[in-house]
C-alpha cells in the first residue's frame, strides 16, 4: 500500500469517476484505475463498483481513513515547514453561517497579519454538517454550537449570545416588548431540525418551563430561519448574530428579548486524536483572540476567555 493509491482512492470519491479523478491528479485514467486496483487486490475488497461509479461500504471505510492520513501528512509538512521558518500552510476550518458573517472577515484580516504565509480555507455550514467533516478530516477546526457531546472531539468556547425572538411586524408576538416561553409557545416557530444541537437545547428549555414548541416549518440551517423570519414567514427564536440589531432599522421584524432564555454557547473544536498542523494551531490562536478582543462589540455577544492551546 502506498500514499499514491489512497490519493488515486480519494480523488475517485471526491470527483465521481475515474476520469474527473484522473484530471483532478493531472494524469490519466490508466493509472488511476491501476492505483486503485493494486490498493483492492492488497486488501482484498472491491473499493469502487466499476458499474454505477460509486464507492462501496468497504470503500467508503477506506476514503474515511485516507482522509485522515492525508490531514496528518499535511499537518507534517506544516509542523516541519514552521520549524525552520514562520508558520505556513493550509488551515480548513468549519463555521456556523451565523457567526461566520462577522467573525471570519476579522479573522481573515487578523490572521494575515500575523501568519501571512497561512491560506485559510473556511466551509459555511451547520453543526451536523461539520462534525463528520471534521471526523473524517477534512476540516480541521470546527467553530459549531458546543457543547456538541462528541466524545471524539475537544469543544472550547468562545463565546455566548443571547437568544431573541424574531419577529414579522405584523405578527401576534411582535407587539410585545418582552415574551416568556409560555407566551413564545403560544404560537407556531420556524424550528431548527429536531436533532440539532440548538433544537435539543430550546425543547429542553420549553420542556422545564411546562411548555412544548410547535413547529410551522423545521429547517436545518440558522441563517435559513432567519432569513424566513425577517421576510415575514413566521416567527423563530433565534441566537444575536443571526439578528444583529443594525438590521433592524428595516422594521420589518421586531427583536424581543425572552425571560429566562439561555444564551446559546459557540465554541472551537478540534479531533481528539492527532495533533493539529501548525497553521491550524495558529488559525485557532488568531480565532480566540479575535473573539477576546472584538466579541463584545456584536450585540448580544459575551466572549469567553477561551485558553491559548488545545
Same mark, same amino acid.
Given at each position: 500500500? #502506498?500514499?499514491?493509491?489512497?490519493?488515486?482512492?480519494?480523488?475517485?470519491?471526491?470527483?465521481?469517476?475515474?476520469?474527473?479523478?484522473?484530471?483532478?491528479?493531472?494524469?490519466?485514467? /490508466?493509472?488511476? /484505475?491501476?492505483? @486503485?486496483?493494486?490498493?483492492?487486490?492488497?486488501?482484498?475488497?472491491?473499493?469502487? #463498483?466499476?458499474?454505477?461509479?460509486?464507492?462501496?461500504?468497504?470503500?467508503?471505510?477506506?476514503?474515511?481513513? =485516507?482522509?485522515?492520513?492525508? =490531514?496528518?501528512? #499535511?499537518?507534517?509538512? /506544516?509542523?516541519?515547514?514552521?520549524?525552520?521558518?514562520?508558520?505556513?500552510?493550509?488551515?480548513?476550518?468549519?463555521?456556523?453561517?451565523?457567526?461566520?458573517?462577522?467573525?471570519?472577515?476579522?479573522?481573515?484580516?487578523?490572521?494575515?497579519?500575523?501568519?501571512?504565509?497561512?491560506?485559510?480555507?473556511? @466551509?459555511?455550514?451547520?453543526?451536523?454538517? *461539520?462534525?463528520?467533516?471534521?471526523?473524517?478530516?477534512?476540516?480541521?477546526?470546527?467553530?459549531?454550537?458546543?457543547?456538541?457531546?462528541?466524545?471524539? @472531539?475537544?469543544?472550547?468556547?468562545?463565546?455566548?449570545?443571547?437568544?431573541?425572538?424574531?419577529?414579522?411586524?405584523?405578527?401576534?408576538?411582535?407587539?410585545?416588548?418582552?415574551?416568556?416561553?409560555?407566551?413564545?409557545?403560544?404560537?407556531?416557530?420556524?424550528?431548527?431540525?429536531?436533532?440539532?444541537?440548538?433544537?435539543?437545547?430550546?425543547?429542553?428549555?420549553?420542556?422545564?418551563?411546562?411548555?412544548?414548541?410547535?413547529?410551522?416549518?423545521?429547517?436545518?440551517?440558522?441563517?435559513?430561519? !432567519?432569513?424566513?423570519?425577517?421576510?415575514?414567514?413566521?416567527?423563530?427564536?433565534?441566537?444575536?448574530?443571526?439578528?444583529?440589531?443594525?438590521?433592524?432599522?428595516?422594521?420589518?421584524?421586531?427583536?424581543?428579548?425572552?425571560?429566562?432564555?439561555?444564551?446559546?454557547? @459557540?465554541?472551537?473544536?478540534?479531533?481528539?486524536?492527532?495533533?493539529?498542523?501548525? !497553521?491550524?494551531?495558529?488559525?485557532?490562536?488568531?480565532?480566540?483572540?479575535?473573539?477576546? *478582543?472584538?466579541?463584545?462589540? *456584536? /450585540?448580544?455577544?459575551?466572549?469567553?476567555?477561551?485558553?491559548?492551546?488545545?
Amino acid at each position: 500500500m #502506498d500514499l499514491r493509491q489512497l490519493a488515486a482512492l480519494l480523488a475517485v470519491a471526491d470527483h465521481g469517476s475515474f476520469s474527473a479523478a484522473a484530471r483532478a491528479l493531472h494524469t490519466v485514467q /490508466s493509472n488511476v /484505475s491501476t492505483h @486503485v486496483a493494486r490498493l483492492e487486490k492488497e486488501l482484498g475488497v472491491t473499493l469502487v #463498483d466499476r458499474a454505477a461509479g460509486t464507492i462501496t461500504e468497504e470503500g467508503r471505510v477506506v476514503v474515511d481513513r =485516507a482522509r485522515r492520513i492525508r =490531514a496528518e501528512l #499535511d499537518a507534517l509538512v /506544516s509542523d516541519i515547514a514552521s520549524l525552520r521558518d514562520e508558520v505556513h500552510g493550509v488551515a480548513r476550518i468549519g463555521v456556523i453561517g451565523t457567526t461566520a458573517r462577522w467573525l471570519v472577515p476579522l479573522v481573515i484580516d487578523a490572521l494575515a497579519k500575523a501568519h501571512p504565509k497561512v491560506r485559510l480555507v473556511v @466551509v459555511d455550514a451547520t453543526t451536523s454538517l *461539520q462534525l463528520p467533516q471534521l471526523a473524517r478530516g477534512e476540516l480541521d477546526l470546527a467553530i459549531v454550537n458546543v457543547p456538541t457531546g462528541d466524545p471524539e @472531539v475537544i469543544d472550547e468556547p468562545l463565546f455566548e449570545e443571547d437568544r431573541f425572538v424574531i419577529a414579522p411586524t405584523e405578527h401576534p408576538l411582535a407587539r410585545y416588548e418582552v415574551l416568556t416561553l409560555a407566551q413564545v409557545a403560544e404560537h407556531e416557530l420556524l424550528l431548527p431540525a429536531v436533532g440539532t444541537i440548538y433544537r435539543t437545547e430550546l425543547d429542553a428549555e420549553a420542556a422545564a418551563a411546562g411548555v412544548t414548541l410547535r413547529p410551522k416549518a423545521e429547517v436545518d440551517g440558522m441563517r435559513l430561519v !432567519a432569513s424566513l423570519a425577517f421576510q415575514g414567514f413566521g416567527a423563530a427564536v433565534l441566537p444575536a448574530s443571526a439578528s444583529p440589531g443594525w438590521l433592524e432599522p428595516a422594521r420589518r421584524w421586531k427583536r424581543i428579548p425572552v425571560i429566562g432564555l439561555t444564551p446559546r454557547t @459557540v465554541g472551537v473544536v478540534q479531533r481528539r486524536r492527532g495533533l493539529p498542523s501548525a !497553521a491550524a494551531r495558529a488559525v485557532r490562536e488568531v480565532i480566540c483572540q479575535v473573539v477576546e *478582543q472584538n466579541g463584545r462589540d *456584536q /450585540s448580544g455577544i459575551h466572549p469567553a476567555k477561551p485558553a491559548a492551546g488545545p
